[in-house]
């Protein structure tokens, strides 16, 4: 079974950082594509950033370029999303997925993604 648990939200004042893991379990992630997507209340799933595990291309969000970083870790079969700088628009439950896509051009895009985690909470206080 094909299973993603994401852990590391919390709350965090402005400025803060916050590491976020996603466990991968069921399947090995040597040739994926993994995402992190968030939500805000009311507001549409976006994706924050994405890793092919393949070739190590990654995708940043505008708004979280140069701030957050994405990496992987193939031997404990999790993917990390760091966020540096935060703010109170970075909020939302954070979700990461899993895609065996390959076009560069669906990193951000969610329907593509196969597999999805429960989601954590990330709360950015001003």
């Known amino acids: 079974e094909v299973q993603l648990v994401e852990s590391g939200g919390g709350l965090v004042q402005a400025g803060g950082s916050l590491r976020l893991s996603c466990a991968a379990s069921?399947?090995?992630?040597?040739?994926?594509?993994i995402g992190w997507f968030r939500q805000a209340p009311g507001k549409e799933r976006e994706g924050v950033s994405s890793?092919?595990?393949?070739?190590?291309?990654?995708y940043y969000a505008d708004s979280v370029k140069g701030r957050f970083a994405i990496s992987g870790d193939n031997a404990k079969n999790t993917v990390y999303l760091q966020m540096n700088s935060l703010k109170p628009e970075d909020a939302g439950v954070y979700y990461c997925?899993?895609?065996?896509?390959?076009?560069?051009?669906?990193?951000?895009?969610?329907?593509?993604?196969?597999?999805w985690g429960q989601g954590t909470q990330v709360t950015v206080s001003s």
């Open positions: 069921g399947f090995t992630l040597d040739d994926y594509v």
């Open positions: 890793l092919s595990s393949s070739d190590g291309r990654t």
């Open positions: 997925a899993v895609g065996t896509f390959t076009n560069y051009k669906y990193y951000s895009e969610a329907w593509v993604y196969d597999y």
